[in-house]
């Protein structure tokens, strides 16, 4: 087996048994977003453990690549979601990456949890602000896990900060209002500083320490290139005989599209703030009116509901193509381990394509799947571009 795959206790990020993996599972890498896979074990093996260690959320599964000279490349990590689906003889764990414990967790400015005047703690609460300024997104991120994790009780998770910080007085601005609990859900802000237009991409990568234990590595971009780091590029060859890649298909979406948004803000009824956004040079040319309708719900701020249309606006003038390719992940040339989703790749295609050139380009890694019985690799490639919403004017959040 090229995989491999260990228990390890969340919070501490102890190694303990490696699990023999009784049937396939599949594994899922989105940018931005939660890894997602599945490990089944034989039912004989859980038994002979104690029941803590395969009990959910406070035990995580780690799934490794060996390397030929037997090193562990950690691939994938996270909680184990709920108690397991079974059969007979195997029982199947579902797990995500560690985002799921900070989709649990909210972002306040301090424990609010801690025993005393619990009448007066959710008074500090609603009027206690993180007011963070002069600082990158990827700064503030760090801060908003820092304190989503440390400073509360049982919130430690062994999660290591990958990416430099940086501060300055031109830089960023964010507020979080302590009553706005529904909006700090963590994941839910670390997503928001993903979307803005030149904010950061985010992973959480897992990783074995010298002394065998796992920790979560927050790596994220910079002020200057929003793109995480990398410190090699996959070259892929579609075009030659002796390329690692299996197959090559392009699909392109339109669903997207849009010559006009609407945008909702804060209010009820007919009070509810709305801004409206075209693009008439669009409309001019026989292109038939495709609106669509977005929402900040808790914003009162019309500039900012009128860059997030714009944004959507601008994102929708065409569709988006996206190039699907199967790749031989334990081929030298794109081995996993050397590459993480989120990384530019050269990749060379033919002339066989209506929707995209021919030639070398480069593209961005969105998206990787795969399964633990193959080395086989599914990847998705897009071109670079804004993602999502403008920087908000007043440097404040949504």
């Given at each position: 087996m090229t995989w491999v795959a260990?228990?390890?206790?969340?919070?501490?990020?102890?190694?303990?048994?490696?699990?023999?993996?009784?049937?396939?599972?599949?594994?899922?890498?989105?940018?931005?977003?939660?890894?997602?896979?599945?490990?089944?074990?034989?039912?004989?093996?859980?038994?002979?453990?104690?029941?803590e260690w395969w009990g959910h959320h406070r035990t995580s599964i780690a799934v490794s690549w060996r390397h030929e000279d037997g090193t562990l490349d950690a691939w994938v990590a996270g909680p184990i979601m709920g108690p397991p689906s079974e059969t007979p003889s195997t029982a199947t764990l579902t797990c995500k990456g560690i985002g799921a414990i900070l989709s649990a967790r909210v972002t306040l400015s301090r424990d609010y949890g801690m025993p005393g005047d619990y009448q007066g703690d959710m008074w500090q609460l609603a009027h206690a602000n993180v007011t963070r300024t002069g600082m990158s997104l990827g700064s503030i991120a760090q801060d908003i896990v820092e304190l989503s994790t440390t400073r509360k009780l049982g919130g430690y998770l062994p999660i290591r900060y990958g990416s430099p910080r940086e501060t300055g007085s031109k830089l960023n601005q964010r507020t979080y209002y302590g009553y706005n609990l529904a909006n700090n859900v963590t994941w839910k802000r670390l997503t928001e500083l993903t979307g803005v237009r030149g904010g950061p991409d985010i992973a959480f990568r897992p990783a074995w320490t010298?002394?065998?234990?796992?920790?979560?590595?927050?790596?994220?971009?910079?002020?200057?290139?929003?793109?995480?780091?990398?410190?090699?590029?996959?070259?892929?060859?579609t075009t030659s005989s002796t390329s690692p890649v299996a197959s090559t298909s392009v699909s392109t979406d339109a669903s997207e599209v849009t010559n006009r948004v609407y945008w909702t803000g804060a209010g009820e009824g007919a009070g509810t703030l709305i801004r409206m956004v075209q693009d008439e040079p669009r409309l001019a040319d026989h292109m038939p009116l495709l609106e669509s309708v977005g929402s900040t719900s808790d914003s009162d701020n019309p500039d900012l509901l009128l860059s997030h249309a714009q944004a959507q606006l601008d994102d929708g003038r065409s569709s988006i193509t996206q190039i699907s390719v199967k790749i031989d992940g334990s081929d030298q040339r794109c081995e996993i381990g050397r590459w993480r989703v989120g990384d530019a790749a050269l990749l060379t295609l033919g002339d066989e394509w209506l929707t995209v050139p021919a030639g070398t380009t480069t593209k961005r890694i969105i998206a990787a799947k795969g399964s633990w019985d193959s080395n086989l690799v599914d990847l998705e490639f897009q071109d670079d571009g804004p993602i999502e919403y403008e920087e908000e004017p007043d440097g404040s959040a949504p």
């Open positions: 260990h228990l390890v206790r969340t919070m501490t990020g102890e190694r303990g048994a490696q699990l023999k993996l009784a049937a396939s599972g599949t594994w899922s890498i989105p940018l931005n977003g939660l890894e997602d896979f599945t490990v089944t074990v034989d039912k004989a093996q859980l038994r002979g453990l104690e029941p010298d002394g065998g234990m796992l920790e979560w590595v927050m790596v994220h971009g910079t002020r200057a290139q929003p793109a995480i780091e990398q410190a090699w590029t996959m070259d892929l060859d």
